[in-house]
């Protein structure tokens, strides 16, 4: 304790806490309830890909989102620029 | 109609016992006949936060498995006629518990006139704390201001929505309620501790009641006797806004703001 500790700007961790269980709390409820498959599905999806493009590991998403009365299986795969065959 | 209330929260520690104790201890105090089951297999700790760890004979299991009646497990409370205790096992048997068996005993307890059976649930989300959610009709979950009971509560949260009977069966939602404990008002106004108006935003869920931080819950747990009881203590009574709000009741929040103090009880202590 200093006498000049009213000078220190107060530092509101509360803040940063709410912040960032908004931010899991969003993700876990997205993926709450998606079929347990995902992710495997993601991992295979993510080798086969990468037998001819050489892809980062967060380059395919795979999400279950709802179409009025449908599941939809939505993939995603975004290839690095100027693709280059594997192993060429 | 008995009403089924779970006492859930995901985390442990957070004190869902001192709850069920203190929500089954007032709702018997408002003259309902309750029963309060500890789901937690294993690590019986109901019986003593209610005082009555000496008494049981028979417990939850026992009655599951056909050894003991309802009648000779269920132990009646020494300060209140209406309230009842069943205790849980000391097995280690995690499969002690089976659906068909709880279901039979809670019906039991229904028909055997009780208005309310609080069902105070093992923290995780294993068996014990799916079946203690199950048939529930409304869930009390416990929350500490703190990010790791924070996010636990949302996961029990969609296990209510999707994981109970009721939504099995699409015969509408189990009503969930905060009770928001170990809440520090002067942490709170330091910027340290997330704000009740912070937890409701995060879980999207509004709060039955607010338990300030207080020495009075070890001293009740100590003595065997649910916090409730003690009507000087600010828990005790905030317990009893919980449960007046629980059967309908409107009551303004307390113990949930810094109390300001006066420029004499600054210069002189107090």
């Not at chain 2, 957070?14 to 309060?36: D, E, H, M, P």
């Not at chain 2, 205790?87 to 019906?107: C, H």
């Not at chain 2, 009075?216 to 806004?241: C, F, R, T, W």
Request: aromatic share 6%; glycine share 8%.
């Amino acid at each position: 304790m200093s006498i000049f500790d009213f000078l220190k700007p107060k530092k509101n961790t509360a803040q940063t806490a709410k912040n960032r269980l908004q931010i899991i709390i969003a993700q876990e409820r997205s993926s709450q309830g998606a079929p347990d498959y995902l992710p495997l599905l993601r991992r295979e999806i993510l080798e086969v890909i990468r037998k001819y493009v050489p892809v980062d590991a967060d380059a395919v998403k795979v999400d279950v989102v709802k179409d009025g009365e449908h599941d939809v299986l939505d993939i995603s795969v975004s290839l690095p620029e100027r693709a280059a065959p594997a192993g060429a | 109609m008995a009403e089924i209330i779970v006492v859930t929260s995901g985390k442990g520690g957070v004190g869902k016992t001192t709850s069920s104790a203190s929500i089954a201890t007032g709702l018997a105090r408002r003259g309902k006949k309750v029963a309060v089951i500890d789901f937690d297999v294993g690590l019986r700790n109901l019986d003593l936060i209610m005082g009555c760890e000496r008494r049981v004979v028979y417990d939850f299991v026992n009655v599951i498995h056909g050894e003991a009646s309802l009648k000779q497990a269920l132990i009646k409370d020494k300060r209140y006629d209406s309230l009842y205790v069943l205790a849980a096992s000391q097995t280690r048997d995690k499969d002690a518990l089976t659906k068909e068996g709880v279901e039979k005993v809670l019906k039991d307890l229904a028909d055997d006139g009780f208005d309310y059976i609080v069902c105070d649930s093992p923290a995780g989300i294993e068996k014990g704390a799916f079946l203690a959610m199950y048939f529930a009709d409304k869930a009390v979950v416990v929350v500490n201001p703190e990010v790791s009971s924070v996010r636990d509560s949302d996961r029990i949260l969609g296990l209510l929505a999707s994981k109970t009977r009721r939504a099995e069966q699409s015969d509408g939602d189990v009503t969930a309620y905060l009770l928001l404990t170990r809440y520090s008002p002067q942490r709170v106004e330091n910027g340290e501790m997330l704000s009740i108006a912070d937890v409701e935003e995060v879980l999207g869920l509004k709060t039955l009641g607010v338990i300030p931080e207080s020495g009075d819950v070890l001293n009740a747990s100590n003595k065997g006797e649910p916090v409730i009881m003690d009507a000087e203590s600010h828990a005790g009574q905030a317990y009893d806004d919980a449960v007046a709000r629980l059967m309908g009741e409107e009551r303004p929040m307390r113990f949930t703001q810094l109390e300001k103090k006066g420029f004499f009880s600054k210069l002189f202590g107090g």
